[in-house]
Every structure is written in C-alpha cells, then in structure tokens.
C-alpha cells in the first residue's frame, strides 16, 4: 500500500508542474478526469505523511464553492471518487452526495443527464473535471474557455468519429498532450506517426515533415479549431471551411462563443443590489425625459430591384413571377441589387455581397403580403433573421446592415487584395465580394515598385494592399512577404463583409 501511495504521488508530481491549461499553456490530462485522481492522490498522500503545501492561497482556492459530482461515478471507481472528494474539501470546498439548491458547481462529463439539465435551468456553474484540475494547477478559480472544460453534447463519441484517425503536428507539450486528449474525447483513433491510412493531421502551422506529406498524399490538413468545433457542436465540420485553414492562433483550443453560450451564461457578472438600487434612484432623479428624434423619413424606392437565394426552387420561382405583378424587377446581379429575399443567412457569394449594397434583406413573407396588398408593403416588418444561423456564424445580420447604414463609405475602401490562385471561394467569387464592399480586386502579382510604394502609403490599422491565399499557394507570396505585406486567409474578407467590420489582427496565414 505504502509503494502503491508513493506511485501515486510521483506520477502526480510529474504531470502537476505548472501545465495548468488555463492561459496560454493547456494542461494535459488524461480521458475521463484520471488526473483529477492522480492529484487527489498525490494530495491525500502528502497530507499523510505530514508534509505542508507551500503555498497557503492554494489551500482555500475553492472556498465557498459546493460540487456534486455525476456521469464519473459510472466510469470511475468509488475509492477514485472519495479522492476527489478529499481534493475538493482539502482546497476549502464543500461535496454533495445529490445535487440541491445548495450546489454551486456540477462536475460533469456529458450535457445530457437530468441533474446536468437541471443545474444549467437553475443558473449552476457546470463544468468538466479537466477545469478542476486546472484550477488547482493554477491556484484560482477562472472561467472556463477550453472545449476540454465543458461536458460533451455526446455520451461516447462524436457520430461519425470511430472511423477517422487522427495525428498531430507542430505541438509542444504540454498543448499537445491537450489536442491528442481532445481526439480521444472524440471517439477518433490518434496515432504518433503518419501513415497513409489517417484521415486527418491537426497542425500547429503549415510546415515540417507531417505537414508535408500529408499535402502530397491528400489527407486534410487542418487547425485546432477544427477539432475544438467537432467536439462542441457534435459532429464533424466540413474541413473545407477557410476558418480551419487558420494556423498558430493561440486560442484555438477553445470553444467558441455561440457553442459554450449555455455553459457559460452562470458565470456572467451580476451586478450587487446596491448597485442596482442607485441606477434606479438616478434613473427616477432624472427632471425631464431626453429628447423624442423625429422619425427618419423613408426614402421610397420606386422600383425595388429584388434578387433570391437559399431559397426552394419552386418558391423561387412563384415569388419571381409575384414581384413583376407588383410592378417590381427581378435582377441576378447583386451589383443592381436593392432587396435580398432569402430563407436563412448563409456563406454564398450573393448573399455576403448582398450585405455590402442591398437596401433590404428580408424574408419571402414581404412578397407575399404585398401581394396580398397588392402592392409593396413597408420593408422594417419584414427584416431577415436566422437566429440559428446567426449564431453559428457568429454575426447578427441586424448589426451588421446597421454598422453599414451608419459608415461614411465603403468596409473596404482604399484596401487592395490581391487572391492567389487556389483561394476558396474562387477569385471571381472573391472579386464580386471585395468590390462590393468598396474595394479592389488586382489580377496579378503586381511588380516589387508597387508593392513598396503601398507598403509605404499604409499604416498598421488600415494597410493599402493584403493578400488573400491558400496554403498550397504559399509560395507564390514570397514577394510580399519580402515586404512585410500580410497574408490571410479568405476569412479576413469573408468575416468582414458578413459583420461589416475588419479585424487585421486575425485570420493572418502569414504574419
């Protein structure tokens, strides 16, 4: 017992030194919260013996906190469990056997049990054992961002994951002890080396030999987000996707917004009563109500000029024949575009155009009321919103036309892109995308002058020239990278016309 406990304590020893994952360094852990053992066992083990922690802050880091734990109890032993309980109240925190109103935070491996439902419908804190043992490595208690500190959508496996096999490039421990946890949590096979029987190699960046082979032999190449966002949204993301052909960003492991968004609602800052009492005690001291705008006058379109997308073809084709009843044109160039109808938002070339110069984007019941009018009815009832597809692509679509209503000229004046050849979209999409925005599409790689001299009429918030590429078009960019001229992904374009705001710190290939 006495070399089973002194195990215990060096393993736990070795896989503690300061690899918390919170911050910039994940720490790694084993499947199913092993480690959250391992350091209950190295604790327990040091109090026997009479040894003190070195740090007293660490001792009460879960002060004031309650845990029930559920989902482990079916996978773990019960002496494992009484560890971790031993762990909890050790660092100032409370265990109970059955959730109550009491608890606090629910420690749970899977989304799908009753006392994890009923712990989000209650405002809880619910979270995955890899951020209690971050917290403890760390000595405080953080919001969680890491996909690997929330509980799955799914029981055992992401659909569709026993048949991929996974290997890694490019991480150092201990991130990428973090990745390979998280294709294990997928359901996915991982492996250490590269065989032509993988189905996908997760890189830090687009180099080294991994990397290399895989171009050649075909198998997809993709980023950590590409497997943070498999996990969270429980299924497998179409690889495809530009987003995923983003390397080095150092928050890539983490769950995006619109995934942990239910998880993460508890852990909001709630303002103190007295505080709230003061907003309402200046709110009634106000002596005369603010001023009443008068309403912006409509400016009437005589002829809306209507184009369509994403929606079924025989609707299609019913509401084109409704718009020139009404008196209305029907056009396919966005470009002559003053109405979008659409069913739902969506990455297409129309549609990301169509944000950047149509009037109105709006949904087919505008059509079909006008015509039950008989006439076009006023546009505001009738404003397009997906919130489901919003939220995956993370914009709001109202924010968005009116962050444009309000610029003085276009997203994209004054900026030059030049798209390399295997861009997706392909550069005639592109092209329509970028000049609707307001700027300018080059058709070839201009000379070195030209590049020096936009070089220099730019500055770090708003440079003249970028260049939009592929990864397998990389070195046909050396020319610009001789001049520090940042290269992208064609998501700095695509993300920016969608939420009508350019961001140049991200979605950089190059930097």
């Not at 393993?11 to 300061?18: D, E």
């Not at 052909?245 to 983490?254: C, I, Q, S, Y």
């Not at 006058?297 to 299609?316: E, N, Q, S, Y």
């Not at 020319?479 to 009508?500: D, K, R, S």
Request: hydrophobic letters at 40%; proline letters at 6%; aromatic letters at 6%.
């Amino acid at each position: 017992a006495a070399a089973a406990s002194a195990a215990s304590a060096a393993t736990a020893a070795t896989v503690s030194k300061g690899e918390s994952s919170h911050g910039a360094s994940p720490t790694a852990q084993p499947i199913r919260g092993d480690r959250v053992a391992a350091g209950v066992a190295a604790s327990h083990s040091a109090t026997a013996s009479g040894a003190q922690p070195s740090d007293d802050k660490r001792d009460q880091v879960l002060s004031g906190t309650v845990f029930v734990f559920t989902d482990y109890q079916h996978s773990m032993d019960p002496t494992t469990l009484s560890h971790w309980k031993q762990i909890v109240e050790q660092n100032g925190g409370k265990v109970q056997l059955h959730y109550s109103a009491l608890c606090t935070h629910v420690l749970a491996m899977n989304q799908l049990g009753e006392t994890c439902k009923q712990a989000l419908q209650d405002g809880k804190k619910v979270v995955a054992a890899h951020w209690l043992n971050d917290v403890l490595d760390c000595g405080k208690v953080f919001v969680p961002s890491l996909v690997l500190h929330f509980p799955t959508a799914f029981r055992d496996s992401v659909p569709g994951c026993s048949k991929l096999t996974m290997t890694l490039s490019g991480y150092c421990p201990p991130q990428r002890l973090v990745v390979r946890d998280m294709v294990q949590l997928s359901g996915a096979t991982y492996t250490n080396t590269l065989c032509r029987q993988n189905s996908h190699v997760i890189c830090k960046k687009p180099e080294g030999a991994k990397y290399d082979r895989a171009i050649a032999w075909g198998i997809p190449v993709v980023n950590g987000r590409w497997l943070a966002d498999l996990i969270m949204c429980n299924e497998v993301p179409d690889v495809s996707l530009s987003r995923y052909a983003v390397f080095g960003r150092e928050d890539e492991l983490n769950a995006q917004s619109h995934y942990s968004k239910a998880l993460l609602a508890s852990w909001a800052p709630k303002p103190k009563p007295k505080e709230l009492k003061v907003m309402m005690v200046r709110t009634k001291s106000l002596s005369s109500p603010p001023p009443v705008e008068p309403p912006a006058k409509r400016v009437k379109i005589v002829t809306p000029r209507v184009m369509f997308t994403t929606l079924p073809v025989a609707l299609g084709k019913q509401l084109k024949q409704d718009v020139r009843k009404l008196g209305g044109e029907v056009v396919t160039e966005v470009t002559a575009c003053t109405h979008l109808v659409a069913q739902r938002v969506a990455r297409t070339i129309k549609f990301m155009s169509a944000v950047s110069v149509a009037r109105f984007i709006l949904n087919a019941q505008w059509i079909q009321d006008s015509v039950a009018a008989g006439k076009f009815v006023d546009e505001s009832k009738y404003m397009l919103h997906d919130e489901e597809g919003e939220n995956h692509m993370d914009f709001s679509l109202s924010a968005s036309l009116h962050r444009r209503s309000i610029r003085s000229r276009p997203l994209l004046h004054g900026l030059t892109v030049y798209c390399t050849p295997s861009v997706e979209p392909p550069v005639a999409g592109m092209r329509t995308v970028v000049e609707c925005a307001g700027g300018t599409i080059l058709g070839d790689i201009p000379s070195e002058e030209t590049i020096i001299v936009m070089k220099s009429q730019s500055h770090q918030e708003q440079p003249q020239l970028v260049v939009v590429a592929a990864v397998q078009d990389l070195k046909m960019c050396k020319p610009f990278i001789q001049h520090n001229i940042g290269i992208y992904t064609p998501e700095l374009v695509l993300e920016a016309v969608l939420t009508q705001e350019i961001d140049f710190s991200r979605n950089y290939l190059v930097q």
